[in-house]
């Protein structure tokens, strides 16, 4: 198995790297006690062919659940759609979908009434985020489970802009934060 | 200011002849997620959860929901209190069968949150009932950093040729 990408760390003028070869730890955002209404992460250079971002997160709506909202470029125009396959432990599973909404859905967050100390996970790839030619896809897979009761999710969705994304913003859908220790780090993936 | 980090690979384990048990111990704690790689069977024909505990912990700490499709039909299900996760069927190496795992532990070294994992794996069991694609994802009730893994089949032995490769992710 090749070794995927050891790269050295290197004081940059930007906020990002600007090593661009592997699989590079861009920024990563973690909530802070007063918590957070939304992640950004803006000013991302077209250095790399794909971005990913791995996620833990709770957020404060009164509920055992909630679902997190993603938008790039600050476009809140009704050009994103998501298809989501999910189980929540019993039956066949089911599926979901959005067409023409306002951003990309991934669902299945912890929230104020989630078992203590349990955070959602999930890990949402950007495909060819930078090329001014494609529409940009995102997979995810994500869920939580709180001993008993969970849900997983398998999903993609859809920004209907050949745009480089250059910022992209994560926000609850219900809740008005996340919670304290939730966790966002963003990585640029180069291709050959 | 970030600085670049790593995405590497920890180590790796293939196995000569068959096992009980494979262990990655004394784990460093300078990650942020670790993500596991396998490809393992039973040293029979037949298939079967390969399970996980973290840290040694063998009380009934772990829980897991899944959704999985076995060709014909879509299910899922839960399991909670147990004393580890399944984390895939694997099938019985009739031949050169070996399934595929690929085992996201998330924030592993976090000490205020108890450890999610996502999981991915498929099984082509000889047994055509028992041959799954799934997604999974689990929990251990700790708040523990994990520095040790095991795996193992409950009631037999991993196949010769099974690989185990761990991988860390640093965050910047």
Excluded at chain 1, 105 to 115: G, R
Excluded at chain 1, 121 to 146: A, R
Excluded at chain 2, 63 to 91: K, V, W
Aim: a neutral charge; hydrophobic letters at 35%.
């Amino acid at each position: 198995m090749p070794i995927l990408g050891i790269l050295a760390s290197g004081m940059q003028s930007s906020q990002y790297p600007t090593i661009t070869t592997g699989f590079v730890s861009l920024k990563t955002i973690t909530v802070g006690s007063g918590g957070a209404s939304a992640i950004s992460f803006t000013g991302i250079p077209a250095s790399w062919t794909h971005l990913q971002i791995r996620i833990i997160a709770r957020t404060n709506r009164a509920n055992t659940s909630d679902w997190g909202v993603l938008r790039f470029n600050s476009d809140s125009a009704s050009n994103y759609s998501f298809h989501d396959l999910y189980g929540e432990g019993s039956g066949s599973g089911a599926a979901y979908s959005g067409s023409n909404q306002t951003y990309i859905e991934f669902a299945s967050l912890t929230a104020a009434s989630s078992t203590a100390n349990t955070f959602a996970s999930y890990v949402i790839d950007i495909l060819d985020y930078q090329n001014t030619n494609k529409y940009k896809t995102t997979k995810q897979l994500g869920g939580n489970d709180s001993n008993g009761s969970g849900v997983i999710n398998f999903g993609s969705g859809n920004w209907r802009s050949t745009s480089a994304v250059s910022s992209l913003t994560i926000t609850p859908g219900a809740g008005s934060n996340f919670t304290q220790y939730s966790s966002f780090a963003l990585y640029g993936i180069q291709g050959a | 200011m970030a600085g670049a980090q790593t995405y590497e690979p920890i180590a790796t384990q293939t196995l000569g002849s068959t096992a009980a048990t494979v262990t990655f111990s004394s784990i460093s704690a300078g990650y942020t997620d670790l993500v596991f790689v396998i490809r393992c069977g039973w040293a029979i024909i037949n298939n079967a959860p390969l399970t996980l505990t973290f840290n040694s912990d063998t009380g009934t700490n772990y829980s897991y929901t899944r959704l999985l499709g076995n060709g014909s039909t879509a299910s899922s299900d839960t399991s909670g209190t147990n004393s580890n996760i399944d984390i895939g069927y694997m099938p019985g190496t009739n031949g050169n069968g070996f399934g595929t795992i690929i085992l996201n532990i998330m924030n592993y070294s976090n000490t205020t949150t108890y450890k999610t994992i996502l999981d991915k794996w498929e099984g082509q069991a000889s047994i055509s009932t028992k041959q799954y694609v799934a997604a999974e994802v689990g929990l251990w009730r700790s708040t523990a950093t994990i520095n040790r893994i095991d795996l193992a089949f409950p009631s037999n032995l991993i196949a010769s040729g099974s690989t185990f490769t761990l991988y860390g992710i640093k965050a910047a």
